[in-house]
């Protein structure tokens, strides 16, 4: 059996592992936790890979959105979250973005708001700025 595990970005997630979780229609499903249900699964062809799902609201969608975006190297377009939630992400977010960039965490370039080298090592710490 050759694994074919799928490489995703935010809001673009389908199939996975076990244990992994991913989001479509404004939900976050969870593969079943054991690696070996989901292989049999597999084999089987049964399809039931999903265990849980829940409901994501805009606020923690947005939330996501930054989280998962800042664990890339180029960081977040601003562009992309006014395109996807129609909001200005300093309007919902400027004041964690601005004490971040003040503690050099976080930097703003060419319309992209990324972790500096040293936001890297402290990229946690970052991240609990978004978490509602």
Not at 2 to 28: D, V
Not at 32 to 53: A, P
Not at 107 to 132: C, P, W
């Amino acid at each position: 059996m050759q694994a074919q595990p799928y490489i995703l970005e935010c809001g673009k997630l389908f199939r996975f592992w076990g244990r992994a979780h991913s989001y479509f229609n404004k939900k976050r499903y969870n593969n079943v936790y054991s690696i070996e249900d989901y292989v049999e699964n597999y084999i089987k062809n049964e399809g039931k890979y999903v265990e849980g799902e829940a409901f994501i609201d805009e606020a923690e969608s947005m939330s996501e959105f930054v989280i998962l975006g800042m664990r890339l190297t180029q960081g977040i377009s601003i562009l992309d979250f006014k395109e996807r939630y129609g909001i200005e992400i300093m309007d919902r977010f400027g004041e964690q973005f601005n004490k971040l960039i003040a503690r050099g965490l976080v930097e703003y370039k060419d319309k992209r708001l990324m972790l500096t080298e040293t936001g890297l090592d402290y990229a946690n710490q970052v991240f609990m700025e978004f978490i509602d």
